[in-house]
């Protein structure tokens, strides 16, 4: 089974600056997807960025990149020059890419991201 | 991106009722939601995976009699709380997916349930 692990359970950035957070995961499947999500006080859901396995490129969303190292399973956020609205609950999630699968997403324990002023 | 309501977003109920949560996909037809429980600073938990037209698919602890899912159209997934008691007291989120293999998953809302 599939596992993913978020390791700080929470972090600190000041404003303007830049920080990263951490996820690992384990999986036996060579195809597969990765995800950030956002979960702002409001609790919707936000998708920040995903990277498609195969792919080596690191995928970027404006001030959000990842860190995809494929044989280290590992899958970290990097935020730069963090905002106010930055803050928020940051859940890493995997999802296979195999047909058979019903698309459901396995999430992280979550990190929880403070952004000072 | 592709828009998910759920309704109510807050609701109250006594002991022993029932309650029901509506998840609707608005703007695209959703062959499979997700229903998920979350707890105060804590991850999403996934309660069950619903295809339309079928039986929804409970993950391991869930009690399928106690939270009764029904998807009866390509826009609409239904979950019930059956005889709700306080510890069913929760965050309740559902999200919704196309068919398609890269298709994400857009979530809704979600719905604050206190049972007292």
């Known amino acids: 089974a599939q596992t993913v692990t978020q390791s700080q359970p929470e972090m600190s950035v000041q404003e303007a600056e830049t920080v990263t957070l951490s996820c690992t995961y384990d999986t036996s499947e060579s195809d597969y997807y990765l995800f950030w999500y956002k979960q702002p006080p409001s609790r919707q859901m936000i998708l920040v960025i995903r990277q498609e396995a195969y792919k080596q490129q690191n995928a970027t969303e404006n001030r959000f990149s990842v860190n995809f190292q494929k044989a280290a399973k590992s899958f970290s956020l990097k935020i730069s020059d963090s905002q106010l609205g930055d803050a928020a609950m940051y859940f890493c999630a995997y999802r296979s890419a195999f047909t058979s699968n019903t698309g459901k997403l396995i999430f992280g324990q979550g990190t929880t991201l403070q952004v000072k002023p | 991106g592709a828009v998910v309501s759920q309704h109510p977003s807050w609701v109250i109920c006594k002991s022993g009722t029932s309650v029901k949560i509506e998840c609707r996909s608005l703007d695209f037809q959703a062959t499979t939601m997700f229903w998920y429980r979350q707890f105060p600073k804590q991850s999403l938990m996934l309660m069950a995976t619903?295809?339309?037209?079928?039986?929804?698919?409970?993950e391991q602890g869930v009690e399928k009699d106690k939270f009764l899912i029904n998807h009866a159209s390509l826009t609409l997934s239904t979950l019930t709380v059956t005889s709700a008691h306080p510890e069913d007291s929760s965050f309740y989120i559902c999200?919704?997916?196309?068919?398609?293999?890269?298709?994400?998953?857009?979530f809704g809302p979600g719905t604050r349930l206190t049972v007292l």
């Open positions: 619903s295809n339309e037209g079928s039986k929804a698919t409970y």
């Open positions: 999200s919704a997916r196309t068919g398609n293999r890269k298709a994400e998953q857009f």
